[in-house]
């Protein structure tokens, strides 16, 4: 796993929401020697991460993580005591709506991210210190953001256990569009039009239905404000979906079949800290694994 | 789990193909306490079924079960020495096309089956004699079926662990367009829209992502034969998912949810032996758990 090597003292995280995410987020950092404060307007949500460690505060510094639902994100500040020079960086599965509340606000201290975890539970009782392992965390490197302050939201995201990929949030929004808005779409249009078909339909229902629509039992008030958060790039990638299925069969059978059984792995690289650069190795499927003095190494797949 | 009553003497069962699916089902069959013969024309497969239990021969009587690759059920009895009396039934996951070739040939002797299991593994390697447990298998019921036949291969399906869903062949050809061919197309889709995305989207894949695409790992040969098998009735569920990715989101999401969540469980009933009353037991999302002399058991989903 990636050992990040701090270039100067790490300063204390504040985890705002403690919850599945910012619960796991907290608890993690705690167990990697991170000084970690946090709040949730949760009584019981202060307790259990009080229990792991965790300085119970409004007072926050450092690198403050919004871990609220997308909703809540623009006012997750409000009513606490946060130190005006703190960078700030966020959990949200939508980055451009965020960019533009949040990050409008906070102009240069914000930087956008999105961990790509979690699971179909939810709350402080789903706190889980191992859920960012070897997880890929986006982190949003627009042209008006701070490279240091980039860097220290990176190593809290690799000090989680987590591989940092850096994108623009138009980037970032687009992609997740085409591998988690979709796949909620599909799974919701399959288990529907399935139910329509009728109860032998549902009874015949095996493992490619259940895998197919496992996705579409998560929360449906969660799920549309996702695809609704990010509805333009949602809209294209459905539409890249219904190109493909409009192919001959034997065609499609193969494409998503090379596709889906591409083999993994990687070689090391080592980017310098420049914006182009890093934006250079996320684009190219690549992830950041440490933080060093002058550069980062990570690792990009084998071409 | 379902344990059938004999009402005469069971038949000898004879299994032709010993990969995965018939392998495992003569391994459960045996485990049973059935009598059973069995041949392939792989040597190794037909050394692993003698190793557990089974006869290895050509000659094949009672109930005669067709576990070959769909391209090769036609001709699977050439070269066999079959009892003109034999019940033959098969496993294909497609049944008109089946019921036009080998039924047409065999008349009243032949029962269409398919049973709703087998993994993404093939051969006789990954035999597992509890492979059907619990499995929904699909027995067709056609006007000119001889319902006596229909009763012994239903005792073998049951024998081996499984539920019996009496259909006709269309039934469950649009059926297993809805709930298991299309699931395959969608996953293509998703997977080669991904993948013309780029290594950024697919590095940011995910649960959604992964659970979503994960059939279209199978054999792309198998899937393209299977889709291609069963055309008319996958082209038509295609279309009514189209027609449900047509809708607003929100009515989308929460229609998909509410199939994917909706309550399990069932209530007991028995079913006297006519061929209207298993039929519309199969069509109200029923199976048959248990046969006895003038009835079958079995289960609906509540109302």
Known sequence: MSLPVPTTEAPPVGVVGLGQLGGSLAAALVGAGREVRGWDVDPAAREAAAARGVRVTRELAGVVVLAVPLPATAAALDGLDVDPAATVTDVGSVKEPVLASVGAALGGRFVGGHPMAGTERSGHAATDPGLFRGARWALCLEPGTDLRRWLR???????????????????????????????????????????????????????????????????????????????GPTAAALDRVLVQLGRPWPELVAAGHAVRTAPGGGRAVRVPLERAALLALGRAGGTVTRRLAAFVEGRVPEA
Do not use: C, K, Q
Not at 153 to 160: G, M, N, S, W
Not at 183 to 199: K, Q
């Open 153 to 231: 939201a990176a190593e809290v995201a690799l000090d989680a256990g987590a591989e940092v990929v850096p994108v623009t949030a138009a980037e970032h929004d687009a992609a997740v569009a085409a591998v988690s808005h979709v796949p909620h779409l599909l799974a919701a249009a399959l288990a529907a039009a399935a139910g329509e078909a009728g109860p032998l339909a549902l009874s015949l229902a095996a493992g490619s239905f259940r895998d197919g629509t496992r996705v579409i039992g998560s929360d449906p008030a969660f799920v549309t404000a996702m695809v609704e958060g990010n509805a």
